[in-house]
């Protein structure tokens, strides 16, 4: 395939200052802080809870998931309020991990799942799923953003 662009890199593009600018703006609405501020709070309760609920000796697989899809989740929302032009398209990423982490329960621990395990899984799934959305509109509305017309 043929190289069709005029720029060795996209360092050099004009429009690039131009496009960082336009996803710093989204992403210093209060929305998208409030946003990234509730999706960092419910990764670091889904990596806690296990020892918060005390469900980490009974259901230790299940207890592992949520340790490490909630810091994978943490880390994603301090990444979208530094960076959001780099980490925009893992807000997606986010709502898939909130969909796994609400059937996660039954799949990886069949027999043993308490209702404690349920509900704490299923809230703090879907919270998480919905802000995973909400960011990834945040995104793709801040790129569907045409910027004005200069000169």
């Given amino acids: 395939m043929a ?7 996209m360092a050099g593009h004009p429009d690039l200052a131009e496009m960082r600018e336009r996803h710093e ?6 929305p998208a802080a409030i946003a990234d501020g509730l999706m960092l709070l419910a990764g670091l309760w889904l990596a806690i809870s296990p020892y918060v609920i005390h469900f ?5 697989e299940v207890a592992i998931s949520n340790l490490i899809l909630g810091l994978a989740v943490a880390a994603v929302a301090l990444g979208l309020s530094v960076a959001p032009l780099r980490m925009g398209r893992l807000s997606l990423a986010v709502f898939a991990i909130g969909i796994w982490v609400v059937v996660s329960q039954w799949v990886i621990q069949q027999s043993s799942v308490t209702a404690g395990i349920i509900i704490n899984n299923v809230i703090t799934g879907g919270v998480i799923a919905l802000l995973g959305l909400a960011a990834g509109g945040m995104v793709m509305a801040a790129s569907r953003e045409r910027p004005a017309r200069r000169g």
Avoid: L, M
């Avoid at 190289?3 to 890199?9: H, M």
């Avoid at 703006?25 to 209060?30: E, H, N, Q």
């Avoid at 980490?56 to 230790?60: I, L, M, R, V």
């Fill in 3 to 9: 190289d069709t662009s005029r720029y060795a890199t």
């Fill in 25 to 30: 703006r989204i992403a210093a609405t209060p």
């Fill in 56 to 60: 980490n000796t009974t259901t230790p």
